[in-house]
């Protein structure tokens, strides 16, 4: 009995250490595939041609505020707005409660910080990084964006958006040093190898819908 149970832990082991080197070999392709396609907030201008900029929600506040992470991400999304990368924002998040409009906060600050509303969609259902360049393809009829979102999560970000024929170009919101990044770069690890394995079958988002070309007004989409 004794044998018996060592044998099945050393079988436990070994099925532990291979599925440990394939997450963390499947992390190593995404960030790889993806570096080359980074560029700084300094070096962004009109010689991009975007459709868009695409800013991935990072959750608000009770009292409605953006997050510090989210706050970031729009004053980088905006400066690169003002730099003429691309003529339009899409702010893309979780709208699935009446009482937690993240897309609406987003915009509402771009607005306070001189974008015309016209220049602003909102993505109400932009639940996942995967669903988000989804909809941006396919409902905001996007082709060519630029991503703004804090570095550790641009990779993911970029490799989705290439596995969707997306050309994208990503720029890096980190201005400081975000409490519990250790926790979210850990866990970033895992949400790699979930999108490395949903950009191969490709599912649906949650919502579909009628197309809303990102190169319209923006308010169409305002509630």
């Not at 893309?92 to 009482?99: A, K, L, N, Q």
């Not at 979930?194 to 169409?220: A, C, E, H, M, R």
Request: charged content about 25%; some cysteine.
């Amino acid at each position: 009995m004794k044998r018996w149970s060592m044998s099945i832990l050393k079988i436990l082991v070994v099925i532990f250490l291979v599925g440990t080197a394939i997450m963390l070999g499947i992390n190593f392709y995404v960030v790889r595939s993806a570096k080359d396609r980074l560029v700084t907030k300094g070096h962004t201008d009109s010689t991009i041609h975007a459709d868009c900029i695409l800013v991935l929600g990072a959750g608000i506040r009770a009292d409605g505020s953006p997050t510090p992470m989210l706050k970031d991400r729009l004053d980088t999304a905006i400066e690169v707005y003002k730099s003429g990368a691309a003529p339009k924002l899409l702010m893309s998040g979780d709208h699935s409660r009446e009482d937690y409009d993240e897309v609406q906060t987003m915009k509402d600050y771009a607005i306070d910080k001189g974008v015309p509303s016209e220049d602003i969609f909102m993505d109400h259902a932009g639940f996942s990084t995967y669903e988000s360049l989804y909809r941006a393809r396919d409902i905001f009829q996007a082709q060519n964006i630029v991503i703004v979102t804090q570095k550790y999560h641009l990779y993911r970000a970029l490799y989705t958006a290439e596995a969707l024929s997306l050309q994208a170009l990503g720029v890096p919101a980190d201005t400081k040093t975000y409490g519990g990044q250790t926790y979210r770069d850990l866990r970033e690890i895992l949400a790699r190898n979930k999108d490395f394995l949903t950009s191969i079958y490709k599912p649906k988002p949650t919502y579909l819908g009628d197309t809303i070309p990102v190169n319209g007004n923006g308010n169409i989409t305002n509630d």
